[in-house]
């Protein structure tokens, strides 16, 4: 999938929207599911939403459901992370990861092969 690269974090006030973008710069990765994860400082990297190759089937953790939105342009190579209403809680450096396969196959780190360097957000209460 070459290197990914996410875009679009920053400093936002409880309740606003921020947009992420997740780009490959080498090659295509339309035909593979991706997702975001993110990580706090001194907790585990979380998943937060996968979609699938086809952007068809969407999955979400329970905490971001009716908040975030996944999707995907495969023509600009890139997939966005839709972020409303956001929360302090929220706050973590994101990332995104390709997996290995056209569908979602889990929602553990060990599901994706190939992660972008993380930008961060931060939610002000």
């Known amino acids: 999938q070459g290197q990914l690269a996410e875009s679009g974090g920053g400093l936002v006030q409880a309740g606003g929207s921020l947009r992420l973008s997740c780009a490959a710069s080498?090659?295509?990765?339309?035909?593979?599911?991706v997702g975001w994860f993110r990580q706090a400082p001194g907790k585990e990297r979380e998943f937060v939403a996968a979609?699938?190759?086809?952007?068809?089937?969407?999955y979400y953790t329970d905490s971001v459901k009716g908040r975030f939105t996944i999707s995907r342009d495969n023509a600009k190579n890139t997939v966005y992370l839709q972020m409303d209403s956001l929360k302090p809680e929220d706050s973590a450096v994101y990332y995104c990861a390709a997996s290995r396969s056209d569908k979602v196959m889990g929602t553990g780190p060990s599901a994706f092969g190939s992660w972008g360097q993380g930008t961060q957000v931060t939610v002000a209460s």
């Open positions: 979609i699938s190759s086809s952007g068809r089937n969407t």
């Open positions: 080498r090659r295509t990765f339309s035909n593979v599911a």
